[in-house]
């Protein structure tokens, strides 16, 4: 983001609401920017202090539709006017949608409103979206522990904690149990180590947290509830050391995954902790930095003596001003930003977000407009962006398939990922890290390839190289038996 963006309103509650409605990845870095080169590059974990190796991901792994989750919707309590199924896009997890909130659910005490989160669930489900994270954000004004919350408009927004702890359990209560088994995750809280959104410690997070784990637990066993997600700030390690730390009673840890925010950051337009800024060019954060961001986390939870899943509930590139209106550069960051994250293991990525907006953008969810956050459905003239065309090809080349192990980088910085394809051909995913045209040699079992926008494979030549470009192609072992994945959307 841009300095001015940074700025937010006086008091707590502007701060929260322009938190709430533009999230921002604040970070600090500590030393020379790291480039995206070679994805076992060393940092600086604030858990472990001192450089260590990036850790190894799952060796091999299915992916499952859940893991491509998107954010729909986010900006109010509005139901969404369109959904990605009715553009031929497909996604298996909804991310936060703000209408469900605690604070527009229970504007007067113990008067639940539930219509707006009721048509987004029966929406999503008969969209075909197979898993719902459900994100803890605010308080209702009468549950505001800070006497100078007076609310933002008309939005009844204030920040964490509660007042009560009694009255924040009954609206879990009444939350799970409206939604058991429609509503597959609860997050405990968005963005939590930063004070506009959680004023009190990670620990006191923590022991919300264990006392909602039994709530939610005791309804719906098969729920999953995972931590608070924390940016990318420079408390970002030591404020998850500390909560998992506070998490973990005895040998009980209240929490089955790990969340956090996986935006792009770059230190010249804010501070980024060690090993995740693209200060080179924004499309590096769609590499090493990003594998650095599941590193400290690892490498925290391993501090703490804690082994849980991750989870992505919401990234992207930021403000469209970060990457530009390019849509190969888009198009290149979105697929990437999910290949890697497939590699690492990340059980659910959310993109933030389909129509999304930001800003003075907010309302139109413009994707061309340089405060609009990341969208690549533009919801005024009712047109995909060519970022959906890649990710709807992103999604058909993973799902079903089984990654083989972590994405690399050679010398060259040439990026390769492996993987087995549904009906166990062997594939491969190869793109250029230094964002420009080049020419790769494949191993002679793969015969064809498919790029991102193409609706067919091209053959390839015995010996011959490809070339290869920002945006990642499949290479194939094989002749396909199965038709190509059908591509939506615009065209480049």
């Known amino acids: 983001m841009q300095a001015d963006d940074l700025r937010r309103p006086a008091g707590l509650l502007g701060a929260l609401l322009m938190a709430v409605l533009c999230p921002t990845v604040a970070a600090r870095k500590h030393g020379s920017t790291l480039q995206a080169r070679h994805p076992k590059a060393t940092e600086q974990a604030d858990a472990g202090g001192g450089a260590s190796q990036v850790p190894a991901a799952e060796s091999r792994h299915m992916i499952p539709p859940e893991f491509f989750g998107m954010t729909v919707g986010a900006t109010g309590p509005r139901t969404p006017d369109s959904w990605p199924a009715a553009h031929g896009i497909t996604v298996g997890t909804l991310g936060k949608t703000m209408g469900g909130l ?36 605010g308080v209702p004004l009468f549950e505001g522990s800070d006497p100078r919350c007076a609310g933002f408009g008309n939005r009844p927004f204030c920040g964490g904690p509660p007042k009560s702890q009694e009255n924040f359990l009954r609206f879990v209560t009444a939350l799970v149990t409206r939604y058991k088994g429609r509503i597959n995750s609860y997050e405990m809280w968005n963005e939590a180590n930063r004070p506009q959104m959680w004023s009190a410690s990670a620990a006191d997070l923590a022991q919300l947290q264990q006392a909602a784990y039994r709530a939610i637990k005791s309804i719906d066993p098969q729920a999953k509830v995972l931590t608070a997600s924390p940016v990318l700030g420079p408390n970002f390690a030591s404020w998850i050391k500390e909560y998992l730390q506070n998490v973990k009673s005895g040998g009980t840890v209240s929490a089955d995954g790990v969340s956090w925010h996986g935006y792009h950051c770059a230190d010249r337009q804010v501070t980024c902790f ?44 930021q403000q469209n001003r970060v990457i530009g209106n390019d849509p190969r550069r888009q198009a290149a960051y979105i697929s990437r930003w999910y290949i890697i994250q497939a590699s690492e293991g990340v059980v659910t990525a959310i993109w933030y977000g389909w129509g999304t907006g930001g800003g003075p953008d907010r309302a139109s969810g413009c994707p061309t407009c340089p405060n609009g956050w990341g969208a690549i459905f533009d919801a005024a003239s009712g047109q995909l962006m060519p970022a959906a065309t890649a990710y709807e090809t992103t999604y058909h080349w993973l799902v079903g398939s089984t990654m083989d192990g972590p994405c690399s980088a050679d010398a060259q910085n040439v990026w390769t990922c492996g993987l087995t394809l549904r009906g166990g051909r062997p594939a491969m995913i190869v793109w250029n890290g230094n964002e420009t045209t080049g020419s790769y040699k494949p191993a002679q079992q793969f015969v064809q390839y498919e790029t991102l926008d193409s609706h067919a494979t ?35």
């Open 274 to 317: 060690q090993g995740t800024s693209c200060d080179h060019d924004p499309l590096d954060c769609a590499g090493t930095p990003l594998l650095n961001q599941i590193a400290t986390i690892r490498q925290t939870e391993r501090a703490v003596g804690v082994d849980l899943p991750l989870f992505d509930t919401e990234g992207g590139w």
């Open 102 to 137: 605690w604070p527009f659910v229970e504007r007067r005490p113990g008067n639940y409103n539930w219509t707006p989160l009721d048509n987004v669930v029966t929406q999503a489900r008969a969209s075909g979206i197979k898993s719902i994270v459900y994100t803890f954000l």
């Open 458 to 492: 091209t053959p390839i030549s015995p010996g011959a190289p490809v070339t290869i470009s920002a945006e990642p192609i499949l290479l194939e072992a094989g002749n396909r038996a199965e038709s190509s994945p059908k591509k939506t959307g615009a065209s480049y």
